[in-house]
């Protein structure tokens, strides 16, 4: 019997490639999208679509039971760079749906769960260099203390009351296929499309700041092999660390240069800087390397070359 799956948030940037690539593996009809609006319309037309308000239980309840759900992924989220511009509402939406579906997991209604984590719940006291699963978190940012107080919520809520739920702490998330949403990484996407399109890019970190990021091919693969793994393979609960490469914008302007030879990059840091700062420059993920078999397929080399391609095409196009 196949799973009926949920997407919380499928219209942002991780959820919309996750619904398509779970609608390839398990059918169009068994994969329900939903967000809180009709503002990515290629996901609203690809499949059975649902508005859901991930705030209000009695929405993702009645979503729940009209569909038989029994796996949701909770995709919702306000990221770093946006939730220190508005803490208090970055905290209720990033806690309160967790809970919900954490409820409705413990009432029986559904029977797994997936729900994204962070490098945001590292802090400055965090080690910086290959970051391990067990270390100091002290985060500094709104969306980074949620994260941490939702890795422990879901230990809880297993620990307790027998809940499965699965988690991957992202890194920076790199795609020619949607734009970020207001995160500390978003300069890594933001980069490509400007070397197509000006020429050049004023980056809004260092050059030399270095962070870990990963292709959403790989993060998707991730996501989808987490969720799969036999339950009795999983030793951890809170979150799991998830790495493939590290780089500064110095190093991907030098990527960019091969294809783009008179490609410019200047720099101007502004207040995100500050949070790139207090996260890790490289991390550890020898647990999901260990417990199901985790391997990122893409450096940076192979993942410039992959968006360059895909965005000149795309460019291409809409000029026609």
């Known amino acids: 019997m196949s799973s009926r799956i949920l997407i919380i948030g499928a219209c942002g940037q991780i959820g919309s490639e996750l619904t398509y690539k779970l609608r390839e593996i398990h059918g169009s009809e068994n994969v329900i999208a939903s967000d809180i609006s009709y503002n990515n319309l290629e996901v609203v037309n690809s499949g059975i679509f649902e508005i859901v308000d991930a705030q209000d239980y009695s929405s993702i309840l009645i979503c729940v039971e009209k569909h038989k759900i029994d796996t949701i992924y909770l995709m919702a989220a306000m990221l770093s760079a946006t939730g220190e511009k508005y803490p208090m509402k970055a905290w209720d939406l990033n806690m309160n749906s967790l809970f919900h579906v954490l409820n409705l997991a413990k009432a029986k209604y559904i029977s797994k769960v997936f729900w994204p984590s962070s490098i945001a719940v590292f802090g400055p006291t965090t080690p910086k260099d290959n970051t391990p699963q067990h270390t100091v978190m002290e985060p500094t940012t709104v969306y980074g203390i949620t994260k941490q ?3 422990r919520w879901c230990e809880y809520y297993y620990d307790k009351y027998g809940v499965d739920v699965r988690s991957i702490r992202y890194p920076g998330i790199i795609s020619w296929k949607t734009m970020p949403g207001g995160g500390t990484t978003d300069y890594a996407v933001e980069i490509y499309h400007k070397a197509i399109t000006d020429g050049q890019y004023e980056s809004f970190l260092s050059e030399n700041t270095e962070l870990p990021m990963m292709f ?9 092999k987490l969720m799969d793994a036999p ?15 590290s780089f500064t914008p110095k190093e991907i302007a030098k990527e960019i240069q091969k294809h783009i030879k008179d490609f410019i990059i200047t720099y101007n840091p502004d207040f995100r800087q500050q949070i790139a700062d207090s996260w890790p420059k490289s991390i550890d993920d020898s647990y999901a390397r260990k417990d199901w078999g985790w391997d990122h397929q893409f ?9 360059l391609l895909q965005l000149e095409k795309k460019y291409t196009t809409s000029k026609k």
């Open 149 to 151: 107080v939702g890795e």
């Open 216 to 224: 959403m091919d790989d993060a998707i693969d991730a996501t989808i």
């Open 231 to 245: 339950a009795n393979s999983l030793s951890i609960r809170s979150s799991y660390n998830l790495a493939a490469m």
């Open 299 to 307: 450096d940076l080399e192979k993942m410039s070359s992959e968006m």
